[in-house]
């Protein structure tokens, strides 16, 4: 399939680059480099949102933006000149359709808001601007044959899950409609209409259980403690699918290893 | 069974509608639709109870209301006509031992609370009255063999839920009795009676937690350590025999899936 | 082994009382009344505890309890008497060695609270009294094999159980004395000692989460993150024990009754 | 290996006080002498910080540190000696040897404490010493054979526990980010930054929900309520992956223990 002799800089970059490409185990040194600067670089997003800090540090930020944008921008357009190793990439149509594959496109997307949050203008646009950094960890995804094996046993269980959703939703608007119905006299601004009630009701069904809402009454209690009690069976169900898609893929994947190390012995 | 030649209106209705009659895997078109008119029909109902909504769009949840109402009432009048393709409710008492049979009495039900909202005097009547909206929702119980499937596995294993109440209920009982003692003299509008420490009890056992009630005496706050700790084991038992349950009834249903599929190969 | 003609009222009597002797499945007609007797008991003994519905019916509490007094006295002579069916518990000496049996002790102990209330003279003993009258729910205890079943399978696994719990007291200690070290002179009334701090530490690590009690300063609110995210761990231990030990009490206890089915037909 | 007579004091002391050198199952008289004056130490060092019972009783706390320190610092002096029935151990060379091993460096640090308490200065340093004392626990860890079977069964799963605790960080970040995007405005303290809001996040994901800081607006509110359901899928995944390492483990020591029991029969 590779056009360029093996042991060209394309080829090597494309083998560095390319997860799928490498042929030792694991990842390869480039992209085990790149992963530890995408996790700083949301370290860095993470706290360069504190005001403490970025009064006091905030040169030593925008120096590690700019070293980092220097880095990713870098990795893209060598990802783009690699990218040519494979057939459907080549030439410069075939670059165009790598730049708007999917990862492709995420990448390029990671490297814009060092770009826009210059020139924000108002503090939520900032914000959010700055949280687009963290697009960054997405990118993380690409590297990780793991995440992907518990995305299809999560995938393979999308009927229950939805099921169990489906279920979820059922008790939260219903307890929501109970509590509405009884404590809404009481409570007109946290329990005035479904959607304020259903506050307390994901609060209490989820068992986070914040207090900042409360029934005061006597009947609200008693159907917040049926609510609270049923809320067990709410987190059984997801819980038990869950954990059964997980070990299921983690099973799997062991076995593939085992049968791996098999043929290499 | 059916007495009509196969393409009759009444005999193709009847397919439409009857989840047991359509003869491809899932639901058919029609069904599809109430499906989903029913859900927008809970949004609407949920929606319609937020002040700061009715008061700008109260025309347009009318209006929801008008053509939901229509839409059901006529589909509730073809299923009654439909209900004739099956030998048992054939003829005009047939027709009345339709229109009494478990479904038919909620979909009539469900139709109801639109008549009853415009007649409402007092605030709680119409809040009562819009809840009754929901019912709706109950309906949709009919055309999912998944939701039998699991209350079927449920059913299964009632004695042993039966159980874990029980020990549940214990627990509750004995946790709250505990704290009425230590604390009833300096809580008493919290923990002055066993129904009243019940509140905390279950808000500490289910682990939700509010804090709007908590013990501050040295023996207060020991026994509910304990409680919490043993909540730990109080959520364990259900969990248990729940996640056990679903997974048996999914696990049984993807076998009754896969036979189907060797059966059509 | 029983010295009375198999028809005689003392036989009859003993058949009905004792579980163990039933010759049908399930429980006799006498113990079901027995159990929804004891049921109602406990439910009376638990409203009486509120002062609202004690002002109002105290003369209908004294009734119930006073009727069921009746009943439950007249049920253990009865059971004293019917004893005597069996060789060990023959005569005046046997009737002695039953009385200080475990369950007609239990027995005894439920029938003295009643008398106890009568001349308790401060409000804490007359609630300790009134809860004694609880102990009658241990009784429901005799007639149930399932709990005996669940009883013995957590038995089986104690090692692990108590291996749970040091690790669970483990990370309580050393969690509560972290946020000792860090939160002290800030919250001196929270977290002034380790005792004081372990409040905190079981409200967190049982992820029931009170909020009386939280972290203020940024130290104290890192170990705090991570306490609680050991918290899963610490639920995840003992869940995974008991939810096994129970699906394999119910797994034998269906096993059993399937066998003896086998053995009818 | 042994070098002195079996009956020597050094081969006593060494088969009562290393737990692999002792013949009979379980532990030895000794070590279970120490580990209850462990937990006393563990106990009374926990006790020693609460200012109510210091004052009272300070001269107690130091009579028992004082009869501790002797105890344990002549049992450190006996295993040292007792050391020498091991061959990589004998003579000076091997006793220095010996005291540089991870468990004799263990035993040496939780003897500091009683000496460092005596110089402290100021308070913060007081109490660090203080908690040095609860290292003792950690000797513990070197009596059970079951602790290290857990620790064995985590690490064999470690890659599926990173795994899980990356997606719960991916999570952490993620909703804390989002509440930063609409609540930074609304409450400056709470959620002005993606740390400050991660405090929210850890104690909704983890369903603690202190409440001390919660969402005020709608879209603040919807998102929390997201973040609240995907906390039972966080829970699950670390729940499940726990949960059948436990199993494993304690199902492979009872297999252990079941052919030592086949060998002796």
Chains 1, 2, 3, 4 share one sequence.
């Not at 492709?104 to 601007?129: E, K, Q, Y």
Request: aromatic share 10%.
């Amino acid at each position: 399939m590779s056009t360029a002799p093996p042991n060209s800089i394309r080829s090597i970059l494309h083998r560095h680059l390319t997860p799928e490409a490498w042929p030792e185990q694991g990842m390869s040194p480039t992209n085990i480099v790149v992963s530890i600067l995408i996790l700083i670089g949301a370290m860095s997003a993470v706290l360069d949102t504190e005001p403490t800090l970025t009064e006091r540090f905030s040169g030593i930020f925008f120096v590690i933006e700019l070293v980092l944008f220097v880095c990713f921008f870098t990795e893209y357009l060598a990802r783009v000149y690699a990218a040519g190793e494979e057939e459907r990439y080549q030439g410069l149509l075939g670059r165009l359709r790598y730049c708007v594959s999917f990862w492709a496109i995420i990448d390029l997307l990671a490297l814009l808001p060092f770009l826009l949050t210059i020139g924000a203008s108002n503090a939520f646009m900032l914000r959010f601007f700055r949280l687009l950094r963290l697009l960054r960890l997405a990118r993380l995804g690409r590297f990780s044959e793991a995440i992907n094996a518990v995305l299809a046993a999560v995938r393979e269980r999308r009927y229950e899950l939805m099921l169990s959703l489906g279920a979820a939703g059922m008790l939260l608007v219903g307890s929501a409609s109970l509590l509405y119905l009884v404590e809404a006299d009481n409570q007109p601004e946290a329990f005035g209409s479904i959607p304020r009630a259903l506050w307390w009701s994901i609060a209490t069904l989820t068992t986070v259980g914040y207090g900042d809402v409360t029934p005061v009454t006597a009947l609200g209690k008693f159907f917040a403690g049926i609510t609270a009690i049923a809320g067990i069976g709410l987190i059984a169900m997801p819980t038990g699918v869950l954990a059964a898609a997980f070990s299921d893929a983690f099973q799997r994947r062991k076995e593939e290893l085992d049968e791996l190390q098999n043929l290499e012995d």
